[in-house]
Nanobody, 118 residues
Framework: QVQLVESGGGLVQAGGSLRLSCTAS????????MGWYRQAPGKQRELAAS???????NYADSLKGRFTITRDNAKNTAYLQMNSLNEEDTAVYYC????????????WGQGTQVTVSS
Protein backbone atom coordinates (compact mmCIF):
# COMPACT_ATOMS: atom_id res chain seq x y z
CA GLN A 1 0.00 0.00 0.00
CA VAL A 2 1.44 3.31 -1.11
CA GLN A 3 1.47 6.08 1.46
CA LEU A 4 2.67 9.65 1.14
CA VAL A 5 2.89 11.59 4.38
CA GLU A 6 3.48 15.32 4.38
CA SER A 7 4.85 17.29 7.29
CA GLY A 8 6.29 20.71 8.01
CA GLY A 9 3.26 22.89 7.48
CA GLY A 10 2.11 25.49 9.95
CA LEU A 11 1.69 29.17 10.63
CA VAL A 12 4.41 31.57 9.51
CA GLN A 13 4.68 35.32 9.19
CA ALA A 14 4.95 36.96 5.82
CA GLY A 15 8.55 36.96 4.67
CA GLY A 16 9.33 33.78 6.53
CA SER A 17 10.25 30.30 5.35
CA LEU A 18 9.01 26.75 5.73
CA ARG A 19 10.24 23.40 4.52
CA LEU A 20 7.72 20.74 3.72
CA SER A 21 8.62 17.07 3.68
CA CYS A 22 6.89 14.17 1.99
CA THR A 23 7.93 10.67 3.00
CA ALA A 24 6.84 7.77 0.86
CA SER A 25 6.33 4.12 1.73
CA UNK A 26 5.12 1.12 -0.22
CA UNK A 27 6.69 2.43 -3.40
CA UNK A 28 10.09 2.34 -5.05
CA UNK A 29 10.74 6.02 -4.49
CA UNK A 30 13.69 6.40 -6.82
CA UNK A 31 11.62 5.51 -9.90
CA UNK A 32 8.72 7.90 -9.44
CA UNK A 33 8.34 11.55 -10.27
CA MET A 34 7.28 13.69 -7.33
CA GLY A 35 5.18 16.80 -7.25
CA TRP A 36 3.92 19.36 -4.80
CA TYR A 37 0.47 20.78 -5.41
CA ARG A 38 -1.38 23.42 -3.47
CA GLN A 39 -4.98 24.46 -3.11
CA ALA A 40 -5.90 27.83 -1.71
CA PRO A 41 -9.39 28.52 -0.33
CA GLY A 42 -11.87 28.90 -3.16
CA LYS A 43 -9.30 28.08 -5.82
CA GLN A 44 -8.40 25.08 -7.92
CA ARG A 45 -5.52 22.83 -7.01
CA GLU A 46 -2.39 23.86 -8.86
CA LEU A 47 1.02 22.35 -9.41
CA ALA A 48 3.61 24.24 -7.40
CA ALA A 49 6.70 22.22 -8.28
CA SER A 50 7.78 18.85 -9.58
CA UNK A 51 10.94 16.80 -9.77
CA UNK A 52 11.65 13.85 -12.01
CA UNK A 53 13.57 10.69 -11.23
CA UNK A 54 16.66 12.28 -12.76
CA UNK A 55 16.28 15.46 -10.72
CA UNK A 56 14.84 17.74 -13.37
CA UNK A 57 12.67 20.36 -11.70
CA ASN A 58 9.73 22.43 -12.82
CA TYR A 59 7.98 25.31 -11.07
CA ALA A 60 4.86 27.37 -11.40
CA ASP A 61 5.95 30.68 -12.90
CA SER A 62 4.81 32.62 -9.86
CA LEU A 63 6.98 30.53 -7.54
CA LYS A 64 10.27 30.51 -9.40
CA GLY A 65 13.05 31.88 -7.28
CA ARG A 66 11.17 31.42 -4.00
CA PHE A 67 10.37 27.69 -3.88
CA THR A 68 12.81 24.81 -4.31
CA ILE A 69 11.91 21.16 -4.71
CA THR A 70 14.45 18.46 -3.92
CA ARG A 71 14.45 14.76 -3.23
CA ASP A 72 16.51 12.35 -1.17
CA ASN A 73 16.05 8.87 -2.56
CA ALA A 74 17.94 7.31 0.35
CA LYS A 75 15.30 8.71 2.69
CA ASN A 76 12.31 8.19 0.38
CA THR A 77 11.54 11.85 0.91
CA ALA A 78 10.79 14.87 -1.21
CA TYR A 79 11.08 18.40 0.09
CA LEU A 80 9.67 21.79 -0.76
CA GLN A 81 11.66 24.72 0.57
CA MET A 82 9.50 27.83 0.60
CA ASN A 83 11.07 31.24 1.12
CA SER A 84 9.77 34.81 1.17
CA LEU A 85 6.29 33.55 1.90
CA ASN A 86 3.34 35.85 1.46
CA GLU A 87 -0.36 35.61 2.22
CA GLU A 88 -1.10 34.31 -1.28
CA ASP A 89 0.91 31.19 -0.42
CA THR A 90 -1.67 30.21 2.18
CA ALA A 91 -3.03 26.84 1.04
CA VAL A 92 -3.15 23.16 1.70
CA TYR A 93 -0.05 21.61 0.18
CA TYR A 94 -0.18 18.07 -1.18
CA CYS A 95 2.61 15.85 -2.37
CA UNK A 96 2.00 13.40 -5.17
CA UNK A 97 3.82 10.64 -7.00
CA UNK A 98 3.56 9.17 -10.47
CA UNK A 99 5.26 6.91 -12.89
CA UNK A 100 7.55 8.79 -15.29
CA UNK A 101 5.52 7.24 -18.11
CA UNK A 102 2.29 8.85 -16.98
CA UNK A 103 1.06 12.42 -17.08
CA UNK A 104 -1.32 12.10 -14.15
CA UNK A 105 -0.26 11.69 -10.56
CA UNK A 106 -1.44 8.38 -9.16
CA UNK A 107 -0.74 8.72 -5.47
CA TRP A 108 -1.48 11.57 -3.11
CA GLY A 109 -0.76 12.57 0.44
CA GLN A 110 -3.36 13.89 2.84
CA GLY A 111 -2.11 17.45 2.67
CA THR A 112 -0.55 19.86 5.10
CA GLN A 113 -1.84 23.35 5.87
CA VAL A 114 0.40 26.36 5.35
CA THR A 115 -0.91 29.65 6.66
CA VAL A 116 0.98 32.89 6.10
CA SER A 117 -0.01 35.80 8.28
CA SER A 118 0.62 39.46 7.57
Amino acid sequence: QVQLVESGGGLVQAGGSLRLSCTASGILFSVVDMGWYRQAPGKQRELAASITTSGTTNYADSLKGRFTITRDNAKNTAYLQMNSLNEEDTAVYYCAAKSPFKRVYDFWGQGTQVTVSS
